[in-house]
């Protein structure tokens, strides 16, 4: 009997924990399909602001900081689709976090950075800023 209940116990603590946060950490060819289907979405960087200067995903935004998450509040719709990355997946997740506390609820982290992004010969956006 016991070993009846195991995969459904399993099936919902694994549930109960999926439930905490509502950003989905994507693989670099899903996390580009989907900005492709949706041009519109907002796409984050949140590496520091010399790496964004260098290179970044086509139209992504700057937000180095936690205080340019708080700032998308009251500007963009709870609804809205927010693509998040950073260079080695560090940075991420917390900026996920954040935009989940602020009432997000379809927020894409890109797994693995931008190092994923490159080893899947995605194309990156390396024009000066001031060319823009």
């Given amino acids: 009997m016991k070993s009846l209940l195991l995969p459904f116990v399993f099936a919902f603590a694994f549930n109960a ?9 994507i693989s670099a060819k899903l996390f ?13 960087d949140v590496r520091p ?25 009251g500007v963009v ?6 693509f998040v990355y950073c260079e080695k997946d560090l940075r991420s997740g917390p ?3 954040v ?3 602020l009432g997000y609820h379809n927020v894409f982290e890109l797994k693995g950075g931008l190092i994923s992004w ?6 990156l956006d390396d ?3 001031s060319d823009q």
């Fill in 77 to 82: 719709e709870k609804s809205d689709s927010i």
């Fill in 17 to 25: 924990l999926s439930q905490g946060q509502s950003s989905k950490r």
């Fill in 99 to 101: 935009l989940d506390s």
């Fill in 95 to 97: 900026a996920a976090e």
């Fill in 32 to 44: 580009y399909s989907l900005t492709q289907k949706h041009p519109d979405a907002l796409i984050v």
């Fill in 118 to 123: 490159r080893k899947n010969g995605l194309p």
């Fill in 49 to 73: 602001s010399e790496k964004f200067a260098q290179y970044r995903i086509k139209n992504a935004l700057p937000a180095p900081v936690k205080n340019d998450l708080l700032k998308l509040e």
């Fill in 127 to 129: 024009k000066p800023l």
